[in-house]
């Protein structure tokens, strides 16, 4: 069966595909050479250490942040010069890091924000019912202003928001960061159950042991390289990423 699986993924087609992606910040030079791919359903972890560059590398696939050198393919166009809210409306969205939402806006009003770019009235009021039933916590605040949410209703929030957009590929920034390890559990559930509702996620972590329990594949990322890649099973057993990641 497993073999089986394999080779239907690897006849799945690519979403993204990023070649010899080159960033930098003046002089710094934050993503070096980076190359990877992430297949239609699939669920694509990057992990690294602070400062590693995943940041850096979702800014960029958004288009929030310049590449000197390189070239990002989304369903097969060009995208690398693309304007980020054109990749937004072609199917790109961002849970950028850090629970960015917007205070002084509803709940209601935060995740109409999210689908600023789609114009299907039927469609969006249906995506928010959806949204409403992933996350009943919001539909019980859904007039309560942002700023008054708890750390995880607004992780919440800025994941509902992204999923407004009705992303073909769904990036996430660090997503556990600053949670209580509980609310951690059910954010990581939340990405599990849409991965297998069939969305495409491209996840950056720290937090890579729990990253590489839900995801199918993994790219490993020291100060701007990709050092290592791998099925989520190869990576969580390899001795290397053992010891510097997952605690010896
Ligand atoms: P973290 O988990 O802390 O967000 P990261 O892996 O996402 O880390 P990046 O935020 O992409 O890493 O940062 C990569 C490198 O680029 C770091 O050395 C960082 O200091 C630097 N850097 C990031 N943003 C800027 C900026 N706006 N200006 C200058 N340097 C930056």
Same mark, same amino acid.
């Given at each position: 069966?497993?073999?089986?699986?394999?080779?239907?993924?690897? %006849?799945?087609?690519?979403?993204?595909?990023?070649?010899?992606?080159? *960033?930098?910040?003046?002089?710094?030079?934050?993503?070096? /050479?980076?190359?990877?791919?992430?297949?239609?359903?699939?669920? *694509?972890?990057? +992990?690294?250490?602070?400062?590693?560059?995943?940041?850096? !590398?979702?800014?960029?696939? $958004?288009?929030?942040?310049?590449?000197?050198?390189?070239?990002?393919?989304?369903?097969?166009?060009?995208?690398?010069?693309?304007?980020?809210?054109?990749?937004?409306?072609?199917?790109?969205?961002?849970?950028?890091?850090? %629970?960015? !939402?917007?205070? =002084?806006?509803?709940?209601?009003?935060?995740?109409? $924000?999210?689908?600023?770019?789609?114009? =299907?009235? /039927?469609?969006?009021? /249906? =995506?928010?019912?959806? +949204?409403?039933?992933?996350?009943?916590?919001?539909?019980?605040?859904?007039?309560?202003?942002?700023?008054?949410?708890?750390?995880?209703?607004?992780?919440?929030?800025? &994941?509902? %928001?992204?999923?407004?957009?009705?992303?073909?590929?769904?990036?996430?920034?660090?997503?556990?960061?600053?949670?209580?390890? +509980?609310?951690?559990?059910?954010?990581?559930?939340? !990405?599990?159950?849409?991965?297998?509702?069939?969305?495409?996620?491209?996840? *950056?972590?720290?937090?890579?042991?729990?990253?590489?329990? +839900?995801? =199918?594949?993994?790219?490993? !990322?020291?100060?701007?390289? &990709? *050092?290592?890649?791998?099925?989520?099973?190869?990576?969580?057993?390899?001795?290397?990423?053992?010891?510097?990641?997952?605690?010896?």
């Amino acid at each position: 069966i497993r073999r089986l699986l394999r080779l239907t993924s690897e %006849r799945r087609k690519k979403i993204l595909q990023v070649d010899n992606l080159d *960033v930098f910040y003046d002089q710094l030079q934050a993503v070096k /050479n980076v190359s990877f791919e992430v297949k239609k359903g699939e669920l *694509v972890t990057i +992990i690294g250490a602070n400062g590693a560059g995943k940041t850096t !590398i979702l800014r960029t696939l $958004m288009g929030l942040q310049k590449c000197a050198r390189g070239s990002i393919k989304f369903m097969d166009q060009e995208i690398t010069l693309t304007l980020p809210f054109v990749r937004a409306r072609i199917g790109i969205s961002i849970v950028p890091e850090g %629970r960015r !939402i917007f205070p =002084d806006l509803t709940v209601e009003q935060n995740l109409m $924000m999210g689908a600023y770019t789609r114009v =299907d009235r /039927n469609g969006i009021a /249906n =995506d928010l019912k959806k +949204i409403f039933q992933l996350f009943p916590v919001l539909k019980e605040r859904r007039k309560q202003v942002g700023k008054t949410l708890s750390g995880g209703e607004q992780q919440m929030l800025t &994941i509902g %928001r992204a999923l407004m957009a009705k992303p073909k590929l769904l990036l996430m920034d660090e997503v556990s960061m600053g949670l209580m390890p +509980i609310i951690v559990e059910e954010t990581f559930k939340v !990405i599990k159950d849409l991965h297998q509702q069939g969305l495409t996620i491209l996840l *950056v972590e720290q937090n890579a042991r729990k990253a590489l329990s +839900i995801a =199918d594949r993994g790219y490993v !990322i020291e100060t701007g390289k &990709i *050092v290592l890649s791998g099925t989520a099973e190869a990576l969580l057993s390899n001795p290397a990423v053992k010891k510097a990641y997952l605690g010896g």
